[in-house]
T-cell receptor, first 117, second 113 residues
Framework: NAGVTQTPKFQVLKTGQSMTLQCAQD?????MYWYRQDPGMGLRLIYY???????DKGEVPNGYNVSRLNKREFSLRLESAAPSQTSVYFC????????????????FGAGSRLTVL | EDQVTQSPEALRLQEGESSSLNCSYT??????LFWYRQDPGKGPEFLFT???AGEEKEKERLKATLTKKESFLHITAPKPEDSATYLC??????????????FGTGTLLAVQP
């Protein structure tokens, strides 16, 4: 079982360059998320998609855009990268959709380490 | 503002030396507290969910407990393979996406043989 697959695993960009982080899940989950993880800050939610066709801002959305391409895929785009976006990015998915009650366990990918020079 | 605070930031134990990790939270209506384990270079891996004060969950050498203000992750007779960062998260109340999680900064546990 692949679970949540993120590409690329590592990327180095120059300030102002653009790039897209790809995420795909094969668990038929409804919701997908993008988090960033920085030392001393914990995991912070950038954007999420509660179901196919919907996306919403999280805690730190500035400088990012997302696309829920289909139920499996959720991409994160940096239009003009800045050094402050140097981080490890995690994609996650969960079976529960918006409004669903009960446990909502997130399954995370292995992460994408991005460095912006 | 919803907040999760974990302590200590780092903990070093000898193999077999039991201890506890703390997660204190302030949230307007707890809808679940989650514990995750994260190994270096990997994504977090789910361990437990707790919903109400007094609830306990166990898995091998780990036991999670919950009160109205905090959760503890008790590690009994740890082994070197228990070395990891342990993350605590709470589920935010309804409004927008009901499934958002707010994470603490984690406790880095090192178990020496």
């Amino acid at each position: 079982n692949a679970g949540v697959t993120q590409t690329p695993k590592f990327q180095v960009l120059k300030t102002g360059q653009s790039m897209t982080l790809q995420c795909a899940q094969d668990m038929n989950h409804n919701s997908m998320y993008w988090y960033r993880q920085d030392p001393g800050m914990g995991l912070r939610l950038i954007y999420y998609s509660a179901s196919e066709g919907t996306t919403d801002k999280g805690e730190v959305p500035n400088g990012y855009n997302v696309s829920r391409l289909n139920k499996r895929e959720f991409s994160l785009r940096l239009e003009s990268a800045a050094p402050s976006q140097t981080s490890v990015y995690f994609c996650a998915s969960s079976v529960k959709g918006q409004g669903d009650s009960g446990a909502n366990v997130l399954t995370f990918g292995a992460g994408s380490r991005l460095t912006v020079l | 503002e919803d907040q999760v605070t974990q302590s200590p930031e780092a903990l070093r134990l000898q193999e077999g030396e039991s201890s506890s990790l703390n997660c204190s939270y302030t949230v307007s209506g707890l809808r679940g507290l989650f514990w995750y384990r994260q190994d270096p270079g990997k994504g977090p891996e789910f361990l437990f969910t707790l919903y109400s004060a007094g609830e306990e969950k166990e898995k091998e050498r780990l036991k999670a407990t919950l009160t109205k203000k905090e959760s503890f992750l008790h590690i009994t007779a740890p082994k070197p393979e228990d070395s990891a960062t342990y993350l605590c998260a709470v589920r935010s109340p309804p409004g927008g996406a009901t499934n958002k999680l707010i994470f603490g900064t984690g406790t880095l546990l090192a178990v020496q043989p």
